[in-house]
Structure formats: C-alpha cells, structure tokens
C-alpha cells in the first residue's frame, strides 16, 4: 500500500473520544496503528506499562489533548505537541507528558501530548507519527479542533527531545518553533540505547548516526528553539544540547539555552528539581514572542 493511501485510510479510521486511559486529558486522538500507518514499527506484542506512567512495546499512536483555560488565563493562540522521553524504547506519559500539559494550559497554552509508537528500529515510525500530531493541531486533518493554535510547536524530552528536534529539522511538516529538555541530538558522545532503538543496533554505522545527529540536519528552515538542560547531566551530555544550538546559531536561526547547575537527567515536571521555578519562567517568557 503507497504512502498516499495509507494516509487516506488512517484519517478514515481516526476517531475523537475519552481514552480508556485516564490522563486527565479533554479528549483522545486515536492516530493510526501499525495496520493504518505509512509504516509499521514490527511490534506485534501487547502494548504494556510495566510501571504506572510507563508505557512500552507502544504500536499505537495516539494524541491526549488539554486546551487551554481560556478562563483562567488570556488565549495566545499558541499550541504545543508534546513527546515524553523514554530512550525510544518507552514513555515517561506523567513527567514529561500530561503533567507538562496541564500547566500548559493553565497558562492559556493548548497542548497534546502524543504517545508516539516505539521506532523498533524503524526510524522513520516516530517522526510520521509527530508530523501527523503536528497535522492535527494546525487543523490541516480533523480531530484535534479544542487544541488548534495560530502557531503550533513542538516539545520534547530526552529522546522525546530527539524526537521534536528531528521533526524540526528533517520532518516534511515542520513546527512554528521546539522547545527541547535535555533532548538526546548527537550520537558521539550520546544516549547509545536511544539510538539503537531509533536505528536498530545492527543497523548503526557512521552514516547512520551521522544521519541522525541531528547537529547535522539544522537548516535554514530548522525553526527557532529552546534548549533546558543540567551541566551535570551523565546520562545525555550537555554536548547533545550545545553541539545543536551552535548549529541553529550558525544558520542565524534564533535560539536560547539555559543550563542549570544541577539536577542531572529527566526532571521534567518535578517538583523536586531545584531550578523547576526558573525553566517554569524561562520557558513561558520565550513562548510569549511568538504570540500573535
């Protein structure tokens, strides 16, 4: 079946309704699984959580959607697709993803945290599963109409931040603007478990992790970013986050970085990390120049 017929038949198949898994979220996407996507990943085995908010073996991808609170907080016509972390090999849906959402809306931003399938080695299964995310939230296919925005981002974290950085730089759908936590970009020195799970460990050669270290993929239309990351991360080297602003500097595309002293890797939305009011305003500072 041709990509364009893949397409038809999973916008044909995508449905709006509550999800049996309660995340908080207004409403669920219900994307496409391995039988109605361009392409499949080859998981065949049952999707599980081994742990509460951990969600592997992902072969459907879906889009949990939180509008923003219009009556606690001004609209800014800002939306943000959101990619948990998880080494590609899972996601981490409550730090990273809905806990994320709701303060988002909160501040009158939309956002949609997407479960995107696991790549198996499949690379190209993440990425067409976030330009159809981003799709939804432009309005460019239906379903996702609480949550559309006048401009629509991307965020990601870890390897969700690879994620979001990959659509940015070699996704046919590009977003308004990325914001990146601690985003697994370059292979050497890297997250070697995100890679092998992206590419397929067998499949890794120069090439391939040239290829996707993504320093190397910034371009002209790469949108503008922002980078929150600790010095002393051990598990995705600061080096991920530099070796990619620099490349945005040098293509004169505007980005911001903020490195806190520590707190290591994955905070995400907890409240324990030590700067989590300062990334809190940070970020919220930087969306505001891209309102309208």
């Known amino acids: 079946m041709n990509r364009i017929i893949s397409f038809t038949l999973s916008f044909l198949l995508m449905t709006t309704s509550l999800s049996a898994q309660d995340y908080g979220q207004s409403a669920t996407v219900r994307i496409w699984d391995n039988a109605s996507a361009p392409h499949s990943n080859a998981i065949t085995t049952p999707e599980e959580e081994s742990e509460p908010y951990r969600l592997g073996n992902v072969s459907t991808a879906e889009l949990y959607l939180y509008p ?26 409550d730090h990273e993803g809905f806990q994320m959402a709701q303060w988002l809306a909160a501040n009158g931003i939309s956002a949609a945290v997407l479960k995107y399938r696991m790549p198996n080695g499949h690379p190209e299964v993440p990425l067409e599963d976030a330009e159809q995310a981003l799709r939804l939230l432009r309005g460019d296919v239906p379903g996702a109409g ?59 050669t120069a090439e391939t992790d040239a290829r996707y270290s993504l320093e190397n993929r910034v371009s002209a239309q790469t949108p503008p970013a922002l980078l929150l990351l600790s010095d ?27 490195i806190y002293p520590t707190g290591g890797h994955g905070w995400g939305f907890h409240d324990n990390f030590r700067y989590k009011a300062d990334w809190q305003k940070a970020l919220l500072d930087w969306l505001k120049t891209f309102e309208k």
């Open 146 to 204: 609480i949550c559309h925005g006048e401009r629509v981002g991307i965020m990601g974290f870890s390897a969700g931040g690879h994620l979001a950085a990959y659509a940015s730089t070699m996704g046919s759908v590009r977003p308004d603007f990325s914001v990146l936590f601690y985003p697994v970009i370059t292979a050497d020195p890297g997250h070697q478990g995100s890679f092998n799970n992206l590419i397929g460990k067998a499949n890794r």
């Open 232 to 258: 002393d991360d051990k598990t995705v080297p600061p080096v991920s986050s530099t070796r990619y602003y620099n490349a945005l500097k040098e293509q004169g595309i505007r980005a911001s970085m903020h």
């Open 68 to 93: 923003a609170d219009t009556a606690r907080h001004a609209p800014t016509g800002l939306s943000v697709v959101i990619c948990p972390g998880g080494g590609y090999a899972r996601l981490a849906i």
